[in-house]
């Protein structure tokens, strides 16, 4: 079975998020954004799946907990 895990470098994930550079890192210092994968010793990614499960979450907060699909 192919794995499907795509990963993002940070451009992706700025231009996905809409978070600057600086915000994503005090974020994941703060345990309040996914942390990147290692792909070399100078290169890392985020998991595109865990960044979209993030948001998912944001919207889920906005709305008062509730499901994004439920309430979107």
């Known amino acids: 079975m192919l794995d499907s895990t795509?990963?993002?470098?940070?451009?992706?994930v700025v231009k996905k998020t809409g978070i600057p550079r600086a915000s994503v890192?005090?974020?994941?210092?703060?345990g309040e954004f996914p942390k990147p994968v290692r792909l070399s010793p100078r290169a890392?990614?985020?998991?595109?799946?865990?960044?979209e499960a993030w948001q998912r979450?944001?919207?889920?907060e906005r709305n008062g907990g509730?499901?994004?699909?439920?309430?979107a």
Not at 25 to 30: G, I, K
Request: hydrophobic letters at 50%.
């Open 57 to 60: 979450g944001r919207v889920a």
């Open 66 to 71: 509730a499901s994004a699909e439920v309430r």
């Open 25 to 30: 890192y005090e974020m994941m210092e703060r």
């Open 6 to 12: 795509v990963f993002l470098r940070m451009p992706s």
């Open 44 to 51: 890392v990614a985020w998991i595109e799946s865990e960044i």
